[in-house]
Every structure is written in C-alpha cells, then in structure tokens.
C-alpha cells in the first residue's frame, strides 16, 4: 500500500436526505444539517452527574427542552433526554468518562436525521400526520416531544413559531420526507 | 380518537401513541421455578376478560416510553383513569363508574348489557 498523501482516500459521509428541498403552499422542507445527537438515560439520582457533565441541568417537565448556545437538551421521558449539539462539538466526549452505572449516554447521530419544517402553514402539514395538538398554547415554542408522523416515529421540536425540527431514524427518512411532501402539497 | 391520559407525561394524548399492554395488578410469582405448570398456566395465560370496569397495562410506546396502569370499561371504552405503575389499584367509587356506563338499553354491538358490577348472568 503506497504511503503517498495522493492515494489516501478520505471517506465522506453521506446524508440520507442530502440534497433534497421542497418548498410549496407557503412551507418548506430542508434537511438538517448533520449534527451530534446523544440520548442521555438518567433517572433522579444520575441527574446531578449528567448536570455536571453537560453543563447544565436536564429538563425536568415533560414536553420541553433547554437551549444553552448550540446545545438543545429535550426531555423525552422521566429518565430520557435527547441531546442535539447541531454544531456537532465533542459532546460525546464530555461523557466518556460517565461510569458510576447509573447515566447511560448513547451516541445516535448517524441514527438519526431531521428534517426542518418551516413556513407559516408547517402545523397544517405536520398535523396531516401527527395527531397532537401543535396549537401554540399546547405545543410552545421549546416543546419537544416523541409521537408519531402517519407510520414512523419521530421526535417533534418546536424551534419557532413556525419552525419545527422533524427528527426521525435514518431508515424511515425517505417516507418522512415522500410523507411531508404530500403533506405540503395538499395543504 | 381516544385521548388518554398519560401520568408521565401528565396531559391527555392521542390514541395512536399508545398500546395496551394486558391486564393489569398480576404479581409475577417469586418462586416461578418450582410453581406447577396448571398454576404457571394461570398466571401466564388466564385472564379474567372481564365485561365491565377493568384494570389495564397500557404503554405511551411513541411518547415518553413508560408502562402505567389504567381503569376503563370495557363495554364503553371510556377511561375511568390512569395511574402510574407500581401504585396500588385504586379503589373506585360508584360515581366514577356510572360516569363512564354504556347506555342501560345497550346498543346493538354490545347488548345485553351485563357488568361485573351487577353480578354474572
């Protein structure tokens, strides 16, 4: 194998949805760009060492998240939390070290995709397959939530008013999107 | 579409985030190895399907994820409540039952309209 810096390959990672855009009907659809994504299990008595380890405490309500500069922190359940850096910084890293047994952080960037559903009609299109109620007084701003769009499961982010990160596994990506797509259409 | 409620997440949600996860209140024997096979029998497979109020597992499986417990009739389908596992069944008073009776005539999917409540015919 040749040692020369012109036969190094460098491997670049693709994104499932790389590429794509639609706009119509006043929404628009982007994939997200790539991002770090952990899943943080810690129940009461792991939340102090998360804290420390993150830098700020987990959202303890249900139905929200907290955004500290890149960093959005989601609750998903009473000991799940999804941790987005859409920097992509060493998140991972800042918990290798977590080892009393208690907290489990689970890298799932490459797992998981978004999609960025904006547009002042994106709750008309979410709603054609989510059946939550994204009014703005029972889904805010922040709120953050795991449900469901037609047959796939996705974790449901209010970024703005009219804003919303769609996070969904990579292999339901294409019928997220093909779904949000005629969503958009028949709006 | 049902709402229920979920004692996690503490809001009422939509059906279809949910699953029903059995009968709820059955204590796993301790000593599962040396229980015979017609007592496994009972515990694993037997249920009581009752007509009536009944107490039912359910999991928010596309939401926070978490098993809870919960009260319904299973005539009418209505929601009597929900609670968090691990709590004791909860004692129901006869105001929250009748709340949530199907109509006495019964309709025709569901006549005659007998209960536990009112003693097997």
């Known amino acids: ?3 020369s810096a012109s036969n190094t390959m460098t491997a670049m990672r693709v994104g499932p949805l790389d590429g794509l855009l639609f706009a119509s009907n006043g929404i628009s659809l982007t994939p997200a760009p790539s991002g770090t994504r952990l899943v943080i299990r810690a129940r009461a008595e792991a939340q102090a060492e998360a804290k420390k380890l993150l830098g700020f405490a987990l959202p303890t309500k249900p139905k929200t998240s907290i955004i500290k500069g890149d960093v959005h922190c ?3 359940g009473p000991d799940e939390f999804l941790v987005i850096d859409v920097d ?3 998140l991972p890293a800042k918990f290798e070290k977590a080892g009393n047994g208690k907290l489990a952080a689970i890298d799932v960037s490459h797992r998981n995709t978004a999609i960025i559903v904006s547009g002042p009609n994106a709750v008309d299109a979410l709603n054609s397959g989510c059946p939550q109620d994204l009014s703005l007084e029972a889904f805010p701003v922040g709120a953050a939530s795991r449900t469901i769009l037609g047959k796939a499961e996705m974790i449901l982010y209010r970024t703005s008013e009219a804003e919303f990160r769609v996070e ?5 990506s294409d019928y997220v999107w093909k779904y949000l797509v005629d969503a958009v259409k028949s709006v | 579409m049902l ?3 979920c004692p996690y ?3 009422e949600r939509p059906e279809l985030e ?3 996860a059995g009968e709820a209140h059955i204590a796993r024997p301790t000593n599962l190895a040396d229980i015979s096979d017609d007592d496994f029998e009972k515990f694993f497979f037997i249920k009581d399907n009752d007509k009536g109020v009944v107490f039912e ?3 928010h499986i596309h939401g926070c994820g978490r098993f809870f417990n919960a009260a319904r009739h299973s005539v009418s389908d209505k929601f009597i409540m929900t609670y968090k596992a691990g709590v004791a069944k909860p004692k129901l008073t006869k105001a929250q039952i009748d709340a949530v009776k199907p109509p006495a005539k019964g309709t025709p999917a569901n006549e005659p309209v007998w209960t536990i409540e009112e003693g097997k015919k």
Do not use: A, T
């Open chain 1, 168 to 172: 969904c596994w990579r292999s339901f």
């Open chain 1, 88 to 90: 992509g910084s060493g």
């Open chain 2, 57 to 59: 597992r359910w999991r």
């Open chain 1, 1 to 3: 194998m040749s040692k």
């Open chain 2, 9 to 11: 997440c503490e809001e």
């Open chain 2, 3 to 5: 709402l229920i409620n």
């Open chain 2, 18 to 20: 949910f699953r029903g």
């Open chain 1, 74 to 76: 989601l609750w998903i």
